[in-house]
């Protein structure tokens, strides 16, 4: 178990671990017990970042006009740095790569958007 500067984990935290554990299938042990699994908090950055691609998933029906150039070339870009990290860290994390790939891949998509209505506007003036 994952302690931060070797402190032990809290009672909370053990008796939730403890109490899953036990429901655990054996063909899922070696994801759970796995330093980039569930009980560690390098699974639940990732997973939780996935909300950031539902909610871009969810602004592609924006109007290209009101996408933020600035915030999703940003948010593509961090998906780039946090992807290339996912596979260099030890153990690989491959929940952070997908979910980052995911990020760049939405907001990729945003930024080519709103650069298409930018070029469009300015062709049309």
Known sequence: ?????????????????????????????????????????????????????????????????KVSLNQSTVLALTGVVWSRYAVIVIPKNYTMLSVNLFVLATQGIQVIRRLRYDLEQRQSN
């Open 1 to 65: 178990m994952m302690v931060d500067e070797g402190k032990p984990p809290t009672k909370l935290y053990t008796a939730i671990i403890n109490t899953v554990d036990k429901f655990v299938p054996n063909f899922l042990r070696p994801a759970w017990n796995s330093p980039a699994g569930p009980k560690y908090v390098f699974f639940w950055a990732p997973a939780l970042k996935w909300l950031l691609v539902i909610a871009g998933i969810n602004d592609l029906k924006r109007p290209a006009e």
